[in-house]
C-alpha cells in the first residue's frame, strides 16, 4: 500500500484511503474476536473437558489468521496446577473474581465490569 499512498498523497486525496483505513480496522476487529472465542472455548474446555470440542478452524480461517496451531489450542487447554502461573478469563469481571484475580498472574476479559477499567488487565 505504500505506494499506493504515494500517489494518494500526490493527487492530494487522503479521502481516497478511507475504505482502506476500514477494511484495515475491520479485519484487525474480525481477528480480536476470534482470539477472544478462542480464548473462551478454551476455558470452557479446562473446566467442562468431558464436552465436545470446536477447533474453531472455519473462525480462524474466516478471521485470517493464519497460524494453524491455534486450531488445537482449545482440545490442548487444561487447568493450571496451583503452582504454575494463570490467567483468569471472564466474560465480565465482578465482585465474585476477587479471590480469582488475587491468585492470577493476569485478568483477561471480553468487557470492562465494575471491578475492572480496561477489557484487558494483567499485573
Same mark, same amino acid.
Given at each position: 500500500?505504500?505506494?499506493?499512498?504515494?500517489?494518494?498523497?500526490?493527487?492530494?486525496?487522503?479521502?481516497?484511503?478511507?475504505?482502506?483505513?476500514?477494511?484495515?480496522?475491520?479485519?484487525?476487529?474480525?481477528?480480536?474476536?476470534?482470539?477472544?472465542?478462542?480464548?473462551?472455548? /478454551?476455558? &470452557?474446555? %479446562?473446566?467442562?473437558?468431558?464436552?465436545?470440542?470446536?477447533?474453531? +478452524?472455519?473462525? *480462524?480461517? @474466516?478471521?485470517?489468521?493464519?497460524?494453524?496451531?491455534?486450531?488445537?489450542?482449545?482440545?490442548?487447554?487444561?487447568?493450571?496446577?496451583?503452582?504454575?502461573?494463570?490467567?483468569?478469563?471472564?466474560?465480565?469481571?465482578?465482585?465474585?473474581?476477587? /479471590?480469582? &484475580?488475587? %491468585?492470577?498472574?493476569?485478568?483477561?476479559?471480553?468487557?470492562?465490569? +465494575?471491578?475492572? *477499567?480496561? @477489557?484487558?488487565?494483567?499485573?
Amino acid at each position: 500500500m505504500t505506494e499506493k499512498t504515494r500517489i494518494i498523497k500526490t493527487l492530494g486525496e487522503p479521502g481516497l484511503l478511507l475504505p482502506v483505513l476500514l477494511n484495515d480496522g475491520l479485519a484487525a476487529n474480525d481477528r480480536a474476536k476470534y482470539y477472544f472465542t478462542l480464548l473462551q472455548a /478454551a476455558a &470452557t474446555h %479446562a473446566r467442562h473437558p468431558e464436552a465436545q470440542v470446536s477447533s474453531l +478452524r472455519r473462525e *480462524r480461517l @474466516a478471521s485470517g489468521v493464519d497460524d494453524e496451531t491455534c486450531d488445537q489450542v482449545v482440545a490442548a487447554s487444561t487447568l493450571a496446577a496451583t503452582d504454575r502461573p494463570a490467567i483468569l478469563v471472564r466474560d465480565m469481571t465482578s465482585t465474585d473474581d476477587i /479471590a480469582g &484475580t488475587a %491468585a492470577a498472574a493476569g485478568v483477561l476479559t471480553a468487557a470492562g465490569g +465494575r471491578t475492572s *477499567r480496561a @477489557a484487558v488487565v494483567a499485573r
